[in-house]
């Protein structure tokens, strides 16, 4: 018999969920606990997540001074990366993988916001994102970079930032993009956001955003067999840990 898998989500803001990732949970029957930072922040026990899930939000990852749970999060997280557990983090929270890595997170030359390109290269092929195409177009809303952590392997980039995906270990995945964005959870973001979208070099606005809309299926899928390989790799260790 399969075993269950346990799955926690870290939420950073209301408007920012977690798109198609609720419907893939669903699809798949798996159960899933939230810690919701703009509430009361609370952990679960570390044996309590088979896999890690940390959202994107507004904030830096270096504001720990305003938010006071941003610390413990850190170390939360990095007690699931060291205990081997599954952990992916978009946006803001690739971010946070960084950092809590040893990298430092820092303003990008450039804000992105909206659909531009990301291209993969060579090191996705033996990776957890070997289906990936080699260019695709995918959501994007950051202000922030980082460098890449010391043993990560670097696995795509835009035009505007270097660090658009990493892994660590067999356990570790962070996409600075947003391939989980919906119609649904797009509006949310825009409805908050729209005083971020000033004209830029990568800046869209609200309507270029809402016009191409039709890339979300294609990054849906994408994100979707990627937590599909996650969850393999901990049946895989379930397995092994049986024999």
Known sequence: MKPAMKIHVLLHAPFEGMGCIADWISENKFHHTETKFWELPRFPAIENVDLLIIMGGPMSVNDEKKYSWLHPEKNFI???????KQVLGIC???QLIA???GSTVYPNKHKEIGWYPVRMNENAANTCFHFFPKQFVTFHWHGDTFDLPQGA????QSEATLNQAFIFGDNVAALQFHPEMTQTSMKEM?????DE???????QSAD???KN???ADENNALLKRLLDEQAKNFFRQQLLHVL
């Open 153 to 156: 392997v670097h696995l795509a």
């Open 92 to 94: 803001l929270g690739a």
């Open 208 to 210: 270029a955003i809402l």
């Open 99 to 101: 950092n809590v890595l």
């Open 213 to 215: 809309l039709n890339y």
């Open 190 to 194: 825009l409805k908050d956001g729209s």
């Open 197 to 203: 979208l000033k004209p830029a070099k990568f800046v």
């Open 78 to 84: 990095e007690r699931a990366i060291n205990h081997g």
